[in-house]
């Protein structure tokens, strides 16, 4: 009978590093800035007064700081006003280390619009699901700021990625709507891109005018409840969308290409 061999266990190492002081003082303000209890634009006490909460010196009061301006969770001026202020988290940070990643993978923006394909449609399904009535006033109102812009190109693509924004932020899915931000932060650029080359032309008022219609059509799908009908109505008009932007030289574009 073959004889049993105990399982070995592979070692990292014989110690475990415990954190820096300054790792520390950066998580605990990290968790203040995510909880809510500093807002956008709040000062941070002063460095006298924090370095005698944590019990630490100036330089490792310092270090936290740099940490935490790497996340973009906080600013520092100098001078005698100056100081750290606290930025809450948004997906523009994240947009671009996505852009990096996507970049470093090989990703065109073709990748990004598909992945709006994926994402966009069901978060529409949900609102149409879980509507309310101050959901329905809030997109109508959207639907007729862009009504009153349809013979403005630019301010109209305003309005109209607005509404985007508008249906993902009410399908009240917070994952998707973060997931949703980042690539919003890349089909944004994208559409103003296309905007700059290409407002007022023949193109440009009937692709802006055929999206316009889709935009109210979807309204009325979200009001009688209709998942998926309001999901395939987004889905084609996201399709057209994407045929329109990328049928010119961005269709080569990479990510980074853009948020350059």
């Known amino acids: 009978m073959a004889e ?65 301006e790497a996340e973009s969770l906080i600013t520092i001026s100098r001078g005698a006003r100056g100081g750290a202020r606290v930025h809450t988290p948004n997906g523009d940070g994240a947009a671009r280390y996505a852009g990096l990643v996507l970049e470093y993978q090989g990703a065109t923006l073709r990748d990004v619009f598909d992945a709006r394909l994926v ?47 508008l249906l993902i932020e009410l399908c009240g899915n917070q994952t998707l709507r973060l997931l949703s931000d980042m690539l919003r932060h890349i089909v944004d650029r994208a559409n103003w891109r296309t905007v700059d080359v290409d407002a007022g032309s023949t193109d440009n008022v009937r692709a802006n005018r055929k999206g316009h219609r889709a935009h109210h059509r979807v309204i009325d799908l979200i009001e009688a409840k209709d998942d998926r009908g309001a999901a395939e109505l987004w889905r084609k008009h996201l399709k057209e969308a994407e045929a329109y932007i990328l049928r010119g030289p961005l269709s080569e574009q990479t990510v980074l290409d853009l948020l350059e």
Do not use: W, Y
């Not at 007064?49 to 700081?65: C, I, K």
């Open 119 to 165: 994402i966009e449609p069901g978060c529409v399904a949900l609102l149409a699901l879980s509507r309310t009535n101050e959901d329905l006033a809030l997109l109508r109102e959207a639907a007729a700021r862009a009504s009153a812009a349809i013979n403005d190109p630019v301010k109209l693509i305003r309005e109209q990625t607005e509404f985007h924004a």
């Open 4 to 68: 049993k061999v105990a399982p070995t266990v592979a070692l990292i190492g014989d110690v475990i590093r415990p954190p820096k002081a300054a790792e520390m003082i950066a998580a605990s303000l990290r968790r203040q800035i995510v909880r809510g209890d500093l807002v956008e634009g709040d000062p941070l006490p002063p460095e006298g007064t924090l370095m005698q909460q944590f019990s630490v010196s100036r330089p490792t009061l310092r270090e936290a700081f740099r940490v935490l």
